[in-house]
């Protein structure tokens, strides 16, 4: 059956013949993290938008993030994976500068997650989309020595 | 805007059936007109069905036209699909609603159906993950039980929630839908066996969370005039309300134990129906996950914010408590079949509030609620009552 789920693809066509956020993924495969700025609101966004969901405007810039944040919350899952993804699953809200960040961490030992530590960005590979292009998400792993960051708990909404 | 009313209701069993996704939609719509002695298909002007994932699990689209010819209905007024993926029966009810308020409509089916096991159970979960954003979420593999996983983890931190707590919404559902023949789990559950489940999404445990369900579910809704000629026993629809606050897990309040979405839904079908919330003599909420219970006695004001561990513990939410909540079982007893589950609480609604739901019989019913969500931040709620 592993063919037929091959047939399913889960992951987003990342180059520029099918999308306008193909910049975001050609970064991440350097290792940076970019997110797009309304010049107008003055507003960062997260995920990256091709309409700034404030103001409309469709005229957005592409500015680079800290490649490290702290979990602001996070999970593991065990049972219940879907195909195609390894066990466990954790999933972590990271925050940068104010910016929430869905994300899963990799390379990483469950016991060691906590909430308030510091993660930084380690994209993984996903495969090839049909133009050949190799595809990757932005997953992060614990920062090396456990740093902690500082008040980790609270944030405002970006 | 006119009254409007539910005046028939039928189910098809819930569970791992060995039965396709035609088949079970015929059954709770036969079944929905088996409570309507007097009402044949050619009288229904207008067929809503809600259902999520058929492409995948049935490769089947164009589902209203499908499920109004299987029942020997020709739509004269409306035929849509809504798809809002687990809220997808009640906003089908709405939109019924909607068009025979304003008097498009007379008398309307909704039908929630979904078919969800498969042969290959993979696939079944990777299905689940078109639910939630796949450029940002599924990429990583994201299904539910994570994302509610994350609203636990929050709530057992800010307000000392305990697994103990979360462990007894779960005994309460499955002892409700073990007398609840139409139930996919009828056998209840000990709280030992509970908090000894395997691991799914720390810190929710197998039986804190809904099962993958098939299953079918049917209401007729009518103009109150038109009711009133089908039944001396119409269950009146006196209040709705909607909100959504957002789609991905980035974008939410990041307090994800305060759903103020679920809060502004139930204000405004408060405000509707004139009531509050200690009027509501019963409540079919969705427990897709033990912790979205608790923040749901919370939300919609039965018990104030933080205590809604507590408030399950104490038997509050039970039989002799203040509300009975989820007297089918749940999501998590009766399980949760997407499309299916908002057409359910209405059948409950219906049963519970016409004197006709047997073992599971709220005493002295007037006011029933049902609340539906497709995310933490995504809610709508119902209140249907005797008059």
């Not at chain 1, 996070?74 to 910016?99: K, M, N």
């Not at chain 2, 088996?34 to 009402?39: I, R």
């Not at chain 2, 939410?317 to 749940?330: I, M, T």
Request: aromatic fraction near 8%; charged fraction near 20%; glycine fraction near 10%.
């Amino acid at each position: 059956m592993s063919e037929y789920f091959r047939a399913i693809d889960p992951f987003p066509l990342q180059g520029s013949q099918n999308t306008r956020l193909a910049p975001f993924y050609e970064a991440l495969r350097s290792q940076k993290l970019l997110t797009t700025f309304c010049p107008q609101c003055a507003l960062r966004h997260w995920p990256p938008r091709v309409v700034c969901p404030d103001c409309l405007s469709d005229r957005l810039d592409w500015i680079e993030l800290p490649d490290q944040g702290t979990i602001h919350a996070y999970t593991i899952q065990d049972t219940g994976v879907p195909p195609g993804f390894p066990r466990p699953l954790i999933f972590a809200v990271v925050c940068i500068e104010g910016l929430r960040i869905f994300t899963r961490l990799v390379e990483t030992e469950p016991g060691q997650v906590e909430r308030g530590r510091t993660v930084r960005l380690f994209p993984s590979a996903v495969g090839q989309d049909p133009e050949g292009i190799e595809r990757y998400v932005p997953t992060f792993t614990l920062a090396r020595g456990g740093a902690r960051g500082t008040s980790p708990v609270k944030i405002v909404p970006a | 805007m006119r009254r409007v009313a539910l005046v028939g209701a039928g189910l098809s069993r819930f569970g791992v059936r060995a039965a396709g996704f035609r088949e079970l939609l015929a059954e709770a719509g036969r079944a929905c007109f088996a409570s309507v002695p007097h009402l044949i298909p050619r009288d229904i002007e207008g067929m809503v069905v809600g259902a999520v994932l058929p492409e995948r699990a049935a490769f089947q689209s164009h589902i209203a036209p499908l499920a109004a010819e299987t029942l020997g209905i020709q739509p004269s007024k409306l035929s849509a699909r809504t798809e809002h993926m687990c809220a997808s029966g009640t906003a089908g009810i709405r939109y019924a609603y909607a068009f025979i308020a304003a008097g498009l409509a007379d008398i309307v089916m909704v039908l929630g159906v979904e078919k969800l096991n498969l042969p290959n159970m993979g696939e079944a979960v990777l299905n689940m993950g078109t639910g939630v954003d796949r450029d940002w979420e599924a990429c990583f593999g994201l299904t539910a039980p994570p994302s509610f996983a994350l609203a636990a983890q929050l709530h057992m931190a800010e307000y000392d929630t305990t697994e103990e707590q979360l462990a007894h919404v779960a005994v309460k559902n499955h002892t409700h839908s073990s007398k609840n023949p139409y139930a996919h789990f009828q056998n209840g559950v000990t709280l030992d066996a509970v908090v000894c489940s395997r691991m799914i999404a720390s810190p929710l445990r197998l039986f804190m969370c809904s099962p993958i369900t098939d299953g079918a579910a049917a209401v007729i809704l009518a103009s109150e005039e038109r009711a009133k000629e089908i039944t001396d026993k119409p269950v009146f629809i006196r209040g709705t309300g909607q909100a959504v606050h957002g789609f991905s897990v980035s974008s939410l309040d990041p307090d994800y134990a305060s759903w103020p979405a679920m809060k502004q839904a139930a204000g405004d079908a408060y405000a509707m129906a004139g009531i509050a919330a200690n009027d509501v003599d019963f409540a079919e909420v969705h427990d897709c996950f033990a912790i979205a219970e608790i923040i749901a006695y919370e939300e919609l004001g039965f018990c104030p914010k933080g205590e809604g561990g507590p408030f399950v513990m104490e038997g509050r939410s039970d039989y002799d408590g203040d509300v009975v909540v989820n007297p089918r079982g749940g999501l998590m007893g009766c399980g949760h079949p997407l499309g299916a589950t908002g057409v359910a609480q209405a059948v409950e609604a219906f049963w519970q509030l016409r004197g006709e739901a047997g073992e599971r019989q709220v005493p002295q019913a007037h006011i029933g609620l049902t609340h539906n969500n497709s995310g933490m931040g995504e809610h709508v709620v119902m209140i249907y009552g005797r008059e």
